[in-house]
């Protein structure tokens, strides 16, 4: 798999690297979206790995660790989730194929993910009411109704490494499948002629609008 720079002049993409390219098509049908899926998978995969590197620019401030440890976990676990947007989730059973000890570390992050991060489940984050009793010749029984919010601490030398471990071999198997695909879409269209793939779309991006928030997106 390799990046190539990209340039989008007079509503068409250009290849710096390609000069003698004729146009760029644009591709539909269930391969070349199984390949977009697994683009937007990589995207959020470097953008964990990027998480995870920023950790140690903030030592001591508890409040940006939080955050960045939470969106890599959010990030990698959207690869695998059910998404309708991105049909091709990634499955845990096939990355991690035969290795129990990189399954329960998948599942630890599942589980993370689902009931603590975007909701609210187990008992790592916990509210504790209280109320504080004076002594017994106070004028008040009750000085104070409180409550204490504690939640415990994921983000440890462990975790962090065993995250790192998981990115990379999803990472891994993603980009081995997206060669894949590439190949057969390239044997594909070979055995084309050159004037049916001329005619074909040329590839061209939908900015998205504000009306588009609350919908799907159209799957190729």
């Avoid at 340039?7 to 146009?23: A, G, I, T, V």
């Avoid at 096939?94 to 187990?122: A, P, S, T, W």
């Avoid at 055995?191 to 793939?197: A, G, N, P, R, Y």
Wanted: hydrophobic share 35%.
């Amino acid at each position: 798999m390799e990046y190539y720079k990209i340039e989008h002049s007079n509503d068409r993409f250009y290849l710096p690297d390609f000069p003698n390219s004729e146009k760029i098509i644009h591709l539909k049908g269930k391969k070349p979206g199984r390949l977009a899926d697994l683009a937007l998978h990589l995207a959020d995969l470097n953008n964990a790995s990027e998480c995870l590197n920023n950790l140690i620019l903030y030592p001591e401030d508890n409040f940006i660790r939080r955050m960045l440890w939470r969106m890599a976990i959010i990030l990698v676990m959207k690869c695998y989730t059910s998404n309708k947007g991105r049909p091709s989730q990634l499955q845990s059973t096939q990355v991690l194929k035969g290795d129990v000890e990189g399954q329960e570390v998948f599942n630890y992050f599942l589980n993370l993910r689902n009931k603590n991060i975007v909701h609210d489940e187990n008992s790592i984050s916990q509210a504790i009411p209280g109320a504080i009793l004076n002594e017994k010749d106070a004028e008040y029984k009750i000085a104070k109704i409180i409550c204490l919010a504690a939640e415990g601490e994921t983000c440890s030398g462990e975790n962090i490494s065993n995250l790192r471990v998981l990115i990379n071999r999803t990472e891994t198997y993603v980009k081995t499948q997206y060669d894949e695909i590439c190949n057969i879409i390239t044997n594909e269209l070979q055995q084309l002629t050159h004037s049916q793939l001329s005619e074909m779309d040329q590839m061209k991006y939908n900015k998205p609008k504000i009306e588009d928030i609350g919908n799907n997106k159209r799957l190729l």
